[in-house]
């Protein structure tokens, strides 16, 4: 870059930052890549923005994410709600360089909602909580304290028909940036393609057993991957997991648990052991993991088929006890 434009001291500190090298595509988030880095196989690196522990939904921006974007050729991100963190600087990038999910005509029949609430603040004296639930007449009933409402599940890497969508479009994107790797690109989502459908079969018939037994979750991310393979998700009650429940939030889980004859209690990585225990301790429930951005799974060529794979593990794990 022979001109510099010194507009701020923040555009002064990124040009003098080095550039990333290999930064042609750039996910918002782990599970994005994993779409991304199969299609992008032996044809550019693929790069992950929000690091492994961290949660997309509080997430700041670093010096060193702004430059990611900026040297990116290729950004994958949802564009709502999940990754909106990103919004002001892919807003100053060539448009041509990002794919924004949201914006693609054909997932939209696709989509499903979701409660936008992800935790809430929760102590002895605190105790606001959330759940919902059906009842046997299939009406759903639906308790808020602090309703924040329905919204669109953005969470669509768990919709293996929505990911086949996004990955099309990232073959399209690589062929019109690296068109002599055409045939790579073609064939790495004719793979992609042929590997998600046979998982797809194994998955369904790995859940199949456990059709009818009932779980809640602590966030309600996991509804497309319920849809796909048959699971019946009782409901959801939104706590901060890195606080244990109070006495009385506590004895509402274990109510509602008992009533609906719950099998399974699915945390994620960042619940601290604490609430597990306090959950587990004095109920039958059986209490379970999903890790809804993978991070145990390796970026590469199987890496979506083995993200579905862990969670329908996980599933399985805990539903089968």
């Not at 010096?63 to 100053?92: C, M, R, T, Y």
């Not at 924040?148 to 969508?165: A, V």
């Not at 048959?230 to 409901?235: A, I, P, S, V």
């Amino acid at each position: 870059m022979k001109t510099r434009v010194k507009i701020s001291a923040i555009s002064t500190a990124l040009f003098s930052l080095p550039m990333i090298a290999n930064a042609d595509v750039l996910a918002s988030v782990k599970p994005l890549g994993f779409i991304a880095s199969a299609i992008a196989n032996g044809v550019t690196d693929t790069q992950i923005l929000v690091p492994a522990g961290a949660s997309p939904h509080d997430y700041s921006l670093k010096l060193s994410d702004i430059q990611k974007v900026k040297s990116a050729d290729l950004i994958l991100w949802v564009g709502e709600d999940i990754d909106s963190f990103l919004e002001k600087p892919i807003s100053q990038i060539d448009p041509k360089k990002v794919m924004t999910i949201a914006e693609l005509e054909e997932i939209k029949p696709l989509l499903t909602q979701a409660h936008h609430k992800h935790s809430y603040e929760d102590s002895e004296h605190d105790h606001k909580h959330n759940h919902k639930h059906e009842h046997k007449d299939g009406d759903e009933h639906h308790h808020d304290h602090n309703d924040e409402g329905l919204g669109t599940n953005w969470h669509i890497w768990y919709s293996p028909k929505i990911s086949q969508i996004v990955a099309q479009q990232v073959a399209d994107k690589l062929i019109g940036q690296f068109p002599s790797k055409k045939a790579v690109i073609e064939k790495n989502l004719a793979d992609f393609n042929r590997t998600l459908a046979q998982q797809n079969d194994k998955i369904k018939a790995q859940l199949a057993p456990f059709k009818e037994k009932g779980f809640f979750v602590f966030h309600d991310a996991y509804g497309y991957f319920n849809d796909a393979y048959g699971l019946k998700q009782t409901g959801y009650f939104t706590i901060n997991p890195l606080v244990a429940p109070g006495a009385k939030t506590l004895a509402h889980i274990k109510e509602e648990i008992a009533e609906h004859r719950v099998n399974c209690l699915f945390a994620e990585p960042q619940f601290t052991p604490k609430v597990i225990e306090s959950l587990a301790k004095g109920s039958a429930v059986n209490v379970g993991r999903l890790d809804p951005l993978g991070d145990g799974i390796t970026l590469g060529i199987n890496s979506y088929a083995n993200f579905l794979q862990a969670t329908a593990d996980s599933y399985a794990q805990c539903l089968g006890k």
